[in-house]
């Protein structure tokens, strides 16, 4: 796939089902008590790994339409043993989730991973898991594959976040539903907090307390969960590369429907805002317990901010569009608290760094801090960006080659079906100059 200097985008565009959490219902509907209905799934790559590892466990899945599936769930405490090791892929959200369900049921369970997956550290997913009473092993004792034997004797423990991982808490709390007792995890990091509010849909008995800047949430295990029928709001992270994109290309004016703003995930729209970009949000509604909304975009002139490290929880998936966005900005951006991008699908803090560079953008790293020293100008273009397997590393090159005055072209689009298959259509829709090599 490749990009090339658009102007005006104009357009409604529809964004596709949220990726954490269709995850986490196609989890939680297939552990429940009868027939949930799930409309508007995302049916990505990384979303099919799921669906297929609780296929393995004895769900029964069906799609009833592209985006819509029945699940009949198999109820709290019945995951069958695979019979074979369960694939993820390029999904470290599937593998870190299932891993924690997995761990408080009798079973062996088998986690192998494509190339990315498999240097994507797991330990301090699993790790704590072993307060619940299982055992595993760890390639080189961090990577995958992994061995998981969960228990049948499950122990409740409380446990401190020691770092911004909602994957951990998320693993945590999936084993505590079938762990006799009250299980806690407190975060100081105000992590995104799908699952807690997921778990309240499905009847869990789950409570969530406030104390000293901490949240502390707690969950009475054994307690069956109950069948819902629900629409998956649209992915945030998604929607930013048609909102960024309108942002810097000259005369556009979008408008992205259906897209969920979490308190948790919405720390990259406060930063556009501080940027100066016209956003505008209209026709409020709940749907999942999620706030949805239809965001309107105007082309803006952009200026560089300041972007403390508190933000990093709330955005870790969006610097790599971000850094786009800041390199068409009037003056320096600073990204600051960067570490965790060394850990995603790529090393996300070298690909911002590669991206940049090669399309003459200036930039500087310390640390785990980022520089971009952003101008309003069209940049070279005529760079080829190698993806490493990343979809979100693809998507911003290709946004990057819409400010470029030659063309920008990415070395694998197919990764990027594993959050936004429709990404093509969607960019097109709007008048974006793309085309596939």
Do not use: W
Request: charge should be positive.
């Amino acid at each position: 796939m490749k990009s090339i200097c658009s102007k005006k985008l104009k357009g409604n565009i529809i964004i596709p089902g949220d990726k954490s959490i269709s995850h986490r219902l196609v989890i939680l509907s297939s552990i429940s008590i009868g027939k949930s209905t799930i409309k508007g799934i995302l049916k990505s790559d990384d979303i099919m790994r799921s669906i297929n590892a609780m296929r393995s466990f004895g769900a029964s899945i069906d799609f009833i339409s592209s985006n819509d599936c029945v699940i009949r769930g198999i109820g709290l405490g019945g995951l069958e043993e695979p019979k074979s090791a369960l694939d993820f892929g390029n999904s470290g959200t599937s593998a870190r989730l299932i891993m924690g369900l997995s761990s408080t049921h009798p079973i062996t369970t088998i986690f192998i991973g494509d190339d990315s997956l498999s240097m994507r550290p797991m330990k301090r997913v699993v790790k704590p898991l072993l307060n619940f009473g299982s055992n595993s092993s760890l390639r080189k004792d961090n990577f995958l594959p992994l061995i998981l034997k969960g228990t049948d004797n499950s122990i409740p423990f409380n446990f401190k976040l020691s770092e911004p991982s909602a994957q951990i808490k998320s693993a945590i709390l999936l084993g505590a539903l079938n762990t006799p007792g009250v299980t806690s995890v407190i975060d100081k990091f105000n992590t995104r907090d799908h699952t807690e509010k997921l778990l309240n849909l499905y009847g869990a008995e789950i409570n969530i307390s406030k104390k000293n800047g901490m949240k502390k949430i707690s969950i009475k295990g054994v307690k069956d969960l109950n069948a819902i029928k629900t629409y998956v709001p649209g992915d945030p992270s998604s929607a930013l590369f048609p909102i960024i994109a309108a942002l810097i290309c000259k005369g556009s004016n979008i408008l992205v429907k259906n897209v969920m703003i979490n308190p948790t995930r919405d720390g990259a729209f406060k930063v556009l805002k501080k940027m100066g970009a016209k956003l505008s949000f209209h026709n409020h509604r709940i749907i999942a317990s999620e706030d949805v909304y239809d965001i309107g975009v105007m082309s803006s002139n952009l200026k560089g901010v300041d972007v403390s490290k508190k933000y990093a929880p709330s955005m870790i998936d969006d610097y790599p569009i971000l850094a786009i966005a800041a390199s068409m900005s009037k003056g320096k951006t600073y990204f600051r608290g960067l570490n965790e991008l060394k850990l995603k699908e790529s090393n996300r803090f070298l690909g911002i760094l590669n991206i940049l560079e090669k399309n003459g953008v200036k930039v500087e790293a310390k640390k785990d801090t980022i520089i971009i020293f952003g101008n309003r100008e069209l940049k070279k273009g005529g760079i080829e960006i190698k993806t490493n397997l990343d979809h979100r590393m693809a998507m911003s090159a290709i946004v990057m080659g819409l400010v470029s005055k030659n063309e920008v072209c990415i070395d694998n689009a197919e990764t990027i079906k594993t959050s936004f298959p429709s990404f093509y259509k969607t960019m097109k829709k709007i008048g974006a100059n793309l085309s596939i090599k």
